[in-house]
T-cell receptor, first 114, second 115 residues
Framework: EAQVTQNPRYLITVTGKKLTVTCSQN?????MSWYRQDPGLGLRQIYY???????DKGDVPEGYKVSRKEKRNFPLILESPSPNQTSLYFC?????????????FGDGTRLSIL | AQSVTQPDIHITVSEGASLELRCNYS??????LFWYVQSPGQGLQLLLK??????LVQGIKGFEAEFKRSQSSFNLRKPSVHWSDAAEYFC?????????????FGTGTKLQVIP
C-alpha cells in the first residue's frame, strides 16, 4: 500500500529541546515536502527536496532543518523549538511530474512546544 | 508566484442539498489545480485534479470541479451532500518555479453538514 509515514503522531515538549519528526515514503517518489498547518493559514511549505541531497527552503523555513540522505526518508529537525512552532505538520511526497503522481500526504504530526 | 484564494472560511449546508466551494487562483499560465479534503484528525486526501483538456473534472466521492480560465476559478461542486462530507476542503495550485513544481494551498473551507 502506498504510504507516507510520519512519526511521532503527537508530541508535547519544552522550549529548546531538540526534536526530529521522521517521514518515510514507499512510492519511490523524487519530491518530498514538509508543511505546517495553522488555523486560518492553510498549509504553508517549510522545506522541500527534489532528490537525495537536494533540499531547498519553502515559504516558512526559519527554525527548521531537513536532510535527505536516502530517497525514502525526509526528517524535519527542530534544533531549538519555540512555542511559535506549535502546529500540525504534514509530510508529502510526489513524483517529479505532478501529472503522474500528485502529492500524497502523511497523517500529520501534532507538535506542542511549551 | 502563484496564489490561491478560498473566500469562504466556513459553509453550512443541509444534508441532501447541493454544494459549491469557491476557489480562485493567480498564475500567469495554465496551472495544475487540485482539491484536497481533510477529515478531522486525518491527512489530506486528493479529491480531483486538473492539468489540461476537459474543463469539467470528476473526482472521488461524487465531487466535480470546473476550471474557468476567464474567471481564474476552479470551484468544487457536489449535487447532494452527505453527512460524511463534513470536513475541511483545500484548493491548491501547482506551478513550475525554477526546476521545481511547487504546490501552494488556499486557507481552506470548513464544511458543516446539518440534518
Amino acid at each position: 500500500e502506498a504510504q507516507v509515514t510520519q512519526n511521532p503522531r503527537y508530541l508535547i515538549t519544552v522550549t529548546g529541546k531538540k526534536l526530529t519528526v521522521t517521514c518515510s515514503q514507499n512510492m519511490n517518489h523524487e519530491y518530498m515536502s514538509w508543511y505546517r498547518q495553522d488555523p486560518g493559514l492553510g498549509l504553508r511549505q517549510i522545506y522541500y527536496s527534489m532528490n537525495v541531497e537536494v533540499t531547498d527552503k519553502g515559504d516558512v523555513p526559519e527554525g527548521y532543518k531537513v536532510s535527505r540522505k536516502e530517497k525514502r526518508n525526509f526528517p524535519l529537525i527542530l534544533e531549538s523549538p519555540s512555542p511559535n512552532q506549535t502546529s500540525l505538520y504534514f509530510c508529502a511526497s510526489s513524483s517529479r511530474d505532478l501529472r503522474n503522481q500528485p502529492q500524497h500526504f502523511g497523517d500529520g504530526t501534532r507538535l506542542s512546544i511549551l | 508566484a502563484q496564489s490561491v484564494t478560498q473566500p469562504d472560511i466556513h459553509i453550512t449546508v443541509s444534508e441532501g442539498a447541493s454544494l459549491e466551494l469557491r476557489c480562485n487562483y493567480s498564475y500567469g499560465a495554465t496551472p495544475y489545480l487540485f482539491w484536497y479534503v481533510q477529515s478531522p484528525g486525518q491527512g489530506l486526501q486528493l479529491l480531483l485534479k486538473y492539468f489540461s483538456g476537459d474543463t469539467l473534472v470528476q473526482g472521488i466521492k461524487g465531487f466535480e470541479a470546473e476550471f474557468k480560465r476567464s474567471q481564474s476559478s476552479f470551484n468544487l461542486r457536489k449535487p447532494s451532500v452527505h453527512w460524511s462530507d463534513a470536513a475541511e476542503y483545500f484548493c491548491a495550485v501547482g506551478a513550475k518555479t525554477g526546476g521545481y513544481q511547487k504546490v501552494t494551498f488556499g486557507t481552506g473551507t470548513k464544511l458543516q453538514v446539518i440534518p
